[in-house]
Nanobody, 125 residues
Framework: QLQLVESGGGLVQTGGSLRLSCAAS????????MGWFRQTPGKDREFVAA????????YYKDSVKGRFTISRDNAKNTLYLQMNSLKLEDTAVYYC??????????????????WGQGTQVTVSS
């Protein structure tokens, strides 16, 4: 399985931007579709975005469409999430994960594994 380490979180004002990174090690990164999820205290972990093995295919949660962009660099074994026009409701711990089924567009946690430790994103007014 992959080992994943997220970074790039922080404190940002509403309307600002952040770029999250997810560095992968272990088995071949390019053989996995990848996703980003987020979680706030007391709530279930929710899907944010996913991308195919090549990066050509992407899928987003409706509320982040047009604001967030998922991408990957298979040569660097790294997944990214560019977050623009951040809103208060984007505040969460963000996790990357590898798809373990072909259903990487499902948005379901059960189709993903190898979770990283998460990176905190806090959006303030």
């Amino acid at each position: 399985q992959l080992q994943l380490v997220e970074s790039g979180g922080g404190l940002v004002q509403t309307g600002g931007s952040l770029r999250l990174s997810c560095a992968a090690s272990g088995r071949t990164f390019s053989t996995y579709a990848m996703g980003w999820f987020r979680q706030t205290p007391g709530k279930d972990r929710e899907f944010v975005a996913a991308t195919s093995r090549s990066g050509l295919g992407t899928y987003y949660k409706d509320s982040v469409k047009g604001r967030f962009t998922i991408s990957r660099d298979n040569a660097k074994n790294t997944l990214y999430l560019q977050m623009n026009s951040l809103k208060l409701e984007d505040t969460a711990v963000y996790y990357c994960a590898a798809a373990i089924t072909e259903k990487w567009r499902s948005g379901q946690k059960a189709d993903f594994a190898s979770w990283g430790q998460g990176t905190q994103v806090t959006v303030s007014s």
